[in-house]
């Protein structure tokens, strides 16, 4: 079984200062790991996925995230954050093989980000 | 373009009265699924299907059926719709690229069952 868990349902950040939105998860095989962001009234957008070729992964608008399976942690970052970033995100997890399709999502924070 | 279409994108409806929300997919997947996002509950995975006549509950089907008659197409059924069902519905197609999957969105169908 797996299970993703976020911490910090909001998170609020000035324009410019970093953004740091926390997942830790848990799973019985080596995980495949993802971050999506949803923007307001659209579906969900893949930011990025950690698939073990590369601890420290780069995505789309500027953020990366460091899989660190000592602390099974995923945390996303950015180092400054603008105004477009504000929107929900959600961290999920998915196995290999077969299970690669089963994707369990965490329940999401919403970033805000102010002027 | 690649792209998951889901319809209609708003829907309000009566209790009781059966409704399909439609999902079709251009990428040639095999592998679809449906979620329903509830607010502070994520998303939670309806039904699955790993390819043609085959489908699977995921972790909350009570209420739900679905078909899958062909590739492209995966509607999604509530016979009987419950204010209970009232949610944000969102259908996907999965590709495998390299190592992992990555998930194709549609834009979401808003569900209000009165």
């Known amino acids: 079984a797996q299970s993703v868990t976020q911490l910090g349902s909001h998170v609020s950040v000035s324009e410019g200062a970093l953004v740091l939105l926390r997942c830790n998860y848990s799973?019985?095989?080596?995980?495949?790991l993802f971050w999506y962001v949803q923007y307001p009234n659209q579906g969900l957008q893949l930011l990025l996925k950690?698939?073990?070729?590369?601890?420290l992964v780069k995505g789309i608008n500027g953020f990366e995230a460091e899989f660190k399976k000592s602390e099974t942690s995923f945390h996303l970052t950015k180092p400054s954050a603008h105004m477009s970033d504000a929107a929900e995100y959600f961290c999920?997890?998915?196995?290999?093989?077969?299970?690669?399709?089963?994707?369990?999502f965490g329940k999401g924070t919403k970033l805000s980000v102010i002027p | 373009e690649a792209q998951v279409t889901q319809n209609p994108r708003y829907l309000i409806t009566v209790t009781g009265k059966k409704l399909t929300v439609t999902c079709s997919q251009n990428?040639?997947?095999?592998?679809m699924s449906w979620y329903r996002q509830d607010p502070g509950l994520g998303l939670r995975q309806i039904y699955y299907s790993m390819n043609v006549e085959v489908t699977d509950k995921g972790d909350v089907p009570e209420g739900y059926k679905v078909s899958r008659k062909e590739k492209r197409n995966f509607p999604l059924i509530l016979e009987s719709p419950s204010p209970n069902q009232t949610s944000l519905y969102f259908c996907?197609?999965?590709?495998?690229?390299?190592?992992?999957?990555?998930?194709?969105f549609g834009q979401g169908t808003r569900l209000t069952v009165v």
């Open positions: 799973s019985s095989v080596p995980p495949y």
């Open positions: 996907a197609s999965f590709s495998r690229r390299g190592q992992g999957t990555e998930a194709f």
């Open positions: 950690y698939t073990s070729a590369a601890t």
């Open positions: 990428m040639n997947h095999e592998y």
């Open positions: 999920a997890v998915s196995g290999s093989g077969a299970g690669s399709y089963q994707l369990t």
